[in-house]
């Protein structure tokens, strides 16, 4: 009997903050149904940026500082969350526009070959 093994690649921290940055942008955009999705993605999107900290100084191969550009995403978008409940509309600009430049920011920075030489 032989076994066939698949060799698994480790998926590295930044990459998880990366892709669950992105994942909250995305539910960040969710105004429409409220302020319970765009908190939610807010707090993952922090997550993400907080898990891929130690990442930050690896360019990304569009961004070379794709994590700079993360972090002040999110802080638009946190503050986007206190101005929504004095305003609406402006909340919902300021989440939007974060929650979309942070999803650039991921996808511009994120490598998903680290072995590849540039």
């Not at 909250?24 to 922090?46: N, Q």
């Amino acid at each position: 009997m032989s076994s066939t093994s698949k060799s698994s690649t480790p998926v590295s921290a930044g990459l998880v903050g990366q892709i669950l940055a992105g994942a909250g942008a995305a539910l960040a955009l969710l105004g429409a149904f409220g302020i319970a999705l765009p908190a939610i993605g807010v707090t993952l999107l922090f997550v993400g940026v907080i898990i891929s900290a130690p990442y930050a100084g690896n360019p990304g191969p569009y961004l070379r500082d794709w994590w700079s550009v993360l972090g002040v995403t999110a802080l638009v978008c946190l503050v986007g969350i206190g101005v929504w409940f004095a305003s609406e509309v402006a909340g919902n600009v300021l989440i939007t526009v974060g929650a979309v430049a942070a999803l650039v920011a991921v996808g511009l920075g994120t490598d998903l070959d680290p072995d590849e030489t540039r």
